[in-house]
């Protein structure tokens, strides 16, 4: 694993949990990072965008009034956006296969299971460090490039059993591999 | 989306590249990891009176869904305190906590409504994390940890009848 100097980074963390905020920040410090900046929810987080420049946010995703995927795509495609290109780490216990491909397809750039490590949580900053994804704009979707296009049959078949009010009792919860194999390619 | 969009492809601004330094004092190293990971193991104790909190806010949201009948608005309550519960435990050397958590959101997230019997299992859930908090089962829980999950499987597959 490359030993990186995070001490330079601003860090925004996005979670309604107070004290999943103070443990992603107390890991963050232990990790180098001197810049840690947090918000209870993503409009919130919006707001501290205008004057804080992020330049990695760890989003949880289950949040009031502006949940993480809103808050993502609300950084992605918003007018007044401060910074559409930021990356964002997803940060939640969603783990079936549809919530992730959901989370993806809001624009995160990677995807942290909880509970987490502060090897995990590295990894996935890490991996940010390292492979700078292309932007793509694709009809509505305005992200990082989501690579695996043959999963997209896959994404249509959740979506129809979603509308059709079926339950995801069938899909299992993906390890951290599994998730990281379907946002990576 | 439709079949004449065409992907136009953005090649990003990198800021991250100027701002991060690889090796040198104040790197990410082994060693540094190790240490973040014991930051997390010194947090535990805190973590315990964030369960004993979590406890006490799922057994009221617990009441206040008895109260209402089922009705899913009281089931959501529930489910966002039994799903902030499934993402620290094991953060925190409470695996059981985590997996009972995560069985206990999987079966609120398939509920519209709880009937009694509904509402017996999800008791058992919280309850099953309540003994694994107060008999301080880290880890695995060993024996008795096996023996508690094997019991709740027994008791939720009898309920459910």
């Known amino acids: ?185 | 989306m439709a079949e004449d969009d065409k992907p136009q492809v953005i090649h990003a601004p990198n800021p991250l590249s100027a701002k991060v330094t690889k090796g040198g004092p104040g790197a990410v190293d082994p060693t540094v990891l190790e240490k973040a990971e014991q930051v997390i193991a010194e947090m535990s104790g805190e973590y315990l009176n964030w369960v004993a909190e979590d406890l006490k806010k799922i057994q009221e949201a617990f009441e206040g869904l008895k109260s209402s009948g089922g009705t899913k608005e009281n089931l959501e309550k529930v489910f966002e305190i039994a799903h902030d519960m499934k993402g620290q435990g094991g953060s925190f050397n409470y695996p059981l906590i985590t997996t009972v958590a995560n069985d206990l959101c999987r079966l609120l997230e398939s509920l519209e409504s709880a009937g009694a019997k509904e509402t017996e299992v999800i008791r058992l859930h919280i309850d099953t994390m309540r003994v694994i908090i107060t008999d301080g089962m880290e880890g695995e829980g060993g024996k008795a940890g096996k023996h508690l999950l094997a019991g709740l499987a027994k008791v939720v597959a009898k309920v459910n009848g």
């Open chain 1, 1 to 185: 694993m490359a030993d990186y100097n995070l001490e330079r980074l601003n860090f925004l963390i996005v979670d309604d949990n107070k004290h999943m905020r103070a443990l992603v920040k107390s890991i963050l410090h232990a990790l180098g990072a001197k810049n840690v900046l947090d918000a209870s929810d993503g409009a919130d987080a919006f707001k501290e965008l205008r004057h804080y420049p992020a330049d990695i946010i760890i989003c949880d995703w289950n949040m009031d009034p502006l949940d993480g995927l809103d808050f993502t795509r609300l950084v992605r495609t918003g007018n007044d956006s401060p910074n559409p290109f930021v990356p964002i780490i997803m940060l939640t216990g969603h783990t079936e296969m549809n919530r992730v491909v959901e989370a993806r397809d809001s624009g995160i750039h990677e995807f942290l299971a909880k509970p987490i490590s502060a090897k995990g949580l590295y990894s996935r900053v890490r991996a940010i460090i390292e492979h700078p994804r292309p932007f793509v704009r694709a009809g509505l979707y305005f992200g990082p490039d989501r690579r695996r296009r043959a999963l997209a049959s896959y994404m249509g078949q959740e979506r129809r059993k979603d509308a059709e009010g079926g339950k995801d009792g069938e899909d299992g919860d993906l390890s951290q591999a599994e998730v990281e194999a379907l946002l990576n390619g």
